[in-house]
């Protein structure tokens, strides 16, 4: 009742770290919750940290750590993460461990996730969204493919070659037609989604008068329609990244329900699926 007509949160969920053998310090437990709360907000698709930290030693209470953990307000998002199999977690678990092992590494991931979250979240609308999402396809082309000396490559190459990486069609859903067959009777020349999404997004922050006539051909479904299918890309290569090979909750069908938009990620193929999960499929 009082949270009912107070506001905030009711903490639902706890959990314990033990060590196999030892102690562990202060400073590790705030390594391992930083890095499971960045964890839980990629499931999440919101930041989602660890709060009230408690440290035991035999049982006896020794330290609390009231840091102010970021939690996002509540609000409803969508997120990759399928409602009927969890079977995947651990494995994307163990993969996002592994990868974030070296300093370096883990900084990128933090921004990686830093601004597909903030995109998810709708903080800047729609235009800060398709920004923030191009930030992130370009950190993460400059970190895992720009070999050394590399020739400039044009932004719409470099989100080509990170799909391609990943074994992801560049094109678009059937459920997009409309838009596309719109956008091309206005002149505007593309053949895939990296070339629209740099189009749109150029369009948006370049102050040139041609660019400011061609951002008023989108409108703004049009722009919805881009940053929904971004975002689509950059959880899946996010995955990817992590060795992900469970199911996801898609997001790309216009008309879809909780539990009915679930499919293998594209880059698990047929005989790698166990007989019962095909079943389930």
Not at 3 to 28: C, D, F, M, Q, V
Not at 185 to 213: C, E, G, M, W, Y
């Amino acid at each position: 009742k009082e949270l009912k007509s107070e506001g905030g949160y009711a903490l639902t969920h706890t959990g314990k770290i033990k060590p196999k053998k030892g102690n562990i310090t202060h400073r590790e437990s705030r390594t391992i919750s930083e890095k499971l709360g960045l964890f839980l907000s990629l499931l999440k698709g919101r930041r989602a940290y660890p709060c009230f930290l408690h440290g035991y030693k035999e049982d006896k209470l020794c330290w609390i750590d009231y840091s102010a953990f970021h939690v996002d307000r509540h609000q409803n998002v969508d997120s990759w993460l399928p409602q009927n199999d969890y079977s995947g977690i651990p494995e994307l678990w163990r993969g996002f461990l592994k990868l974030t092992d070296a300093e370096d590494d883990y900084q990128c991931i933090d921004y990686l996730l830093h601004w597909y979250i903030e995109a998810n979240s709708n903080s800047g609308f729609v235009e800060g969204s398709i920004v923030l999402l191009q930030n992130a396809f370009e950190l993460l082309y400059n970190w895992r493919l720009k070999a050394n000396k590399e020739p400039k490559s044009d932004a719409d190459e470099k989100i080509r070659r990170l799909l391609k990486q990943a074994q992801l069609l560049s094109g678009f859903h059937e459920d997009y037609e409309e838009m596309v067959h719109d956008l091309k009777a206005k002149r505007i020349q593309f053949d895939d989604f990296p070339k629209l999404f740099t189009l749109i997004r150029n369009a948006i922050v370049h102050s040139d008068r041609n660019k400011r006539t061609q951002l008023s051909k989108y409108s703004g479904t049009h722009r919805f329609y881009i940053k929904h299918i971004g975002l689509y890309y950059m959880e899946l290569l996010i995955l990817h990244l992590f060795g992900y090979k469970g199911k996801i909750a898609t997001r790309l069908p216009l008309e879809r329900y909780s539990g009915g938009n679930e499919e293998y990620v594209p880059w698990i193929k047929a005989d790698q699926i166990s007989p019962s999960s095909a079943k389930e499929k």
